[in-house]
């Protein structure tokens, strides 16, 4: 199991934005390289077909323009991973969870079952496809939606009807509100909103800890679920709670799990996250009310100060900086710091912060800001989803390493600095200084340039509205693209050079470090 999820609501976060970010790590013994896409919606499938699953789902006809973060290889399908669409809707799919067996006894996951026999045999038995999963959702969702909750609403429709073979954690979002959605078995789920003030943690784990289900199945402000979930939790006892109403579920208890491995792979990353934003609470005390193995660790809650964009970017790298676990520190023992595992991995394809900015236009309302390979090794660099194409940079990422590849760069640099951590720490931590300092200044001006824009594409609305004037809305939409993809190639111009120049330092300083190294120099030199 892969990937960490953070998810700030908008009062928490520094600039009013919601912001959901999501390290996409891949499973052990396998990398798989990312790359920065628009999809258009010439592009999009009216029939759909699952790679792995090989379910069939036919599409709208009305899909919108969406800027995705994909996998480079179709072996797994498009494995979309994390998008925005031009309505300013985000999603990062998916946070690998689990359930426990009750739960997959009561509602199995529908899994691909191969044909059997030979077609026109009295014993043949054809193909069954399974559900829905990690490579289909974004693909399914993100182009018909408007809202957050129109995606809640799709997403869970679409698992009712086709099921899905994996469990995991969805996270979608506007400029107004966080979803979190955690599949429940094969064909159920909840959803539960992330309130404004708070942040919530996931960690390959089914993370909502409270539920309300009056909520759910009443007026819906917090709280959505599959429509049988009441019935399905009574009839297969699943409520395992002993002193609390009917209608306020403990999650966790009826559908999670709390192991051993959790306790090493999961539970740490919780409490590693939240000892970061709520430094003044004991968490390193023998008396600390949550330990790196706690299974009651909260979900959400409210940070002591607000979260900021660098904030995001040190927890999806984080590696227990500042503990006995840290692989890289000197506290402990060398056992203390392999113990638990890392947020920032070896293992991670991309970091994306998805942030919609609620006092900004429309038109520039969305910034994804992306990095590639090991997050101890990179920096987040903001890039606009309202775009018409993105910089080759990003979008060409070849199958074969290349230094003309943001990702393959980013893996050469790790794996090189790796060893030599400490002597490399000043030229990476410099490069990310500048990569993000310029970033922000780069959104700021690009903003401000904006205005004119927006304005001539606002008449256009406003013209469009009257029964005139919508080629005239179309086209101000349409410039405000191409201006966005502009400000994205200059984006990524700094960050190739930038990263050149950290490669250059890195294979510098690793170089004098090997081991077959020798100081003396023959007379010409």
Not at 22 to 28: A, C, E, T, V
């Amino acid at each position: 199991m892969s990937c960490t999820t953070i998810l700030i609501g908008k009062a928490a976060s520094y600039n009013g934005a919601t912001i959901i970010a999501r390290d996409d790590d891949s499973g052990s013994g396998r990398y798989d390289p990312k790359r920065f896409v628009v999809v258009r919606p010439e592009d999009q499938p009216r029939r759909y077909r699952s790679v792995l699953s090989h379910v069939e789902i036919d599409l709208p006809d009305d899909p919108c323009r969406y800027t995705i973060a994909p996998n480079v290889l179709p072996n797994r399908g498009v494995l979309a991973e994390a998008g925005i669409n031009e309505h300013n809707v985000a999603m990062s799919a998916t946070e690998t969870i689990a359930v426990n067996e009750r739960v997959l006894a009561a509602d199995p996951l529908v899994e691909l079952r191969p044909a059997q026999g030979k077609p026109g045999d009295a014993d043949y038995v054809p193909e069954r496809p399974g559900g829905i999963g990690e490579e289909d959702i974004i693909t399914l969702v993100l182009p018909y939606v408007a809202t957050a909750r129109e995606g809640v609403i799709r997403l869970g429709g679409l698992l009712e009807r086709y099921g899905t073979y994996e469990s995991n954690g969805i996270a979608i979002s506007d400029a107004d509100e966080i979803w979190y959605v955690e599949t429940i078995g094969g064909h159920h789920w909840i959803a539960r909103r992330v309130p404004d003030d708070c942040y919530a943690t996931i960690p390959n784990q089914l993370g909502i800890d409270e539920f309300d289900l009056d909520d759910a199945f009443g007026q819906r402000r917090e709280h959505m679920c599959s429509a049988d979930l009441i019935e399905f939790i009574e009839r297969h006892h699943l409520d395992m709670a002993m002193n609390r109403g009917p209608h306020h579920l403990d999650t966790r208890a009826a559908f999670g799990t709390a192991t051993t491995k959790d306790h090493i792979y999961n539970t740490p990353r919780a409490w590693y996250m939240q000892r970061y934003l709520n430094p003044g609470e004991d968490w390193d005390s023998p008396n600390a009310r949550y330990t790196p193995t706690s299974d009651d660790i909260p979900w959400c809650r409210e940070p002591e100060r607000k979260v900021s964009i660098e904030d995001v970017d040190f927890l999806m790298s984080s590696h227990f900086e500042g503990t006995p676990y840290d692989p890289y520190g000197t506290l402990g023992t060398p056992e203390s710091r392999h113990r638990y595992r890392p947020i920032g991995i070896n293992r991670t394809g991309h970091m994306v912060a998805m942030e919609l900015r609620g006092d900004v236009p429309a038109t520039h309302r969305a910034v994804m800001w992306v990095s590639f390979g090991s997050g101890p090794f990179n920096a987040v660099a903001p890039f606009y989803a309202n775009v018409l194409d993105t910089p080759a940079y990003l979008r060409d990422t070849p199958a074969e390493p290349s230094t003309d590849s943001y990702y393959w760069s980013i893996r050469m640099i790790a794996a090189m600095a790796d060893p030599h951590y400490i002597e490399c720490s000043n030229a990476i931590e410099q490069y990310a200084e500048q990569v993000r300092s310029f970033g922000h200044r780069h959104v700021f001006e690009t903003d401000e340039a904006m205005g004119a824009l927006d304005a001539a594409a606002g008449m256009g609305a406003l013209d469009a509205a009257a029964g005139m004037g919508a080629l005239d809305a179309a086209a101000g939409m349409d410039a405000a693209a191409a201006r966005l993809t502009e400000a994205n190639e200059a984006m990524a111009e700094n960050l190739q050079r930038r990263t050149t120049e950290l490669l250059a330092s890195v294979l510098y300083t690793s170089s004098n470090l090997m081991r077959n190294s020798f100081a003396m120099s023959d007379r010409w030199v």
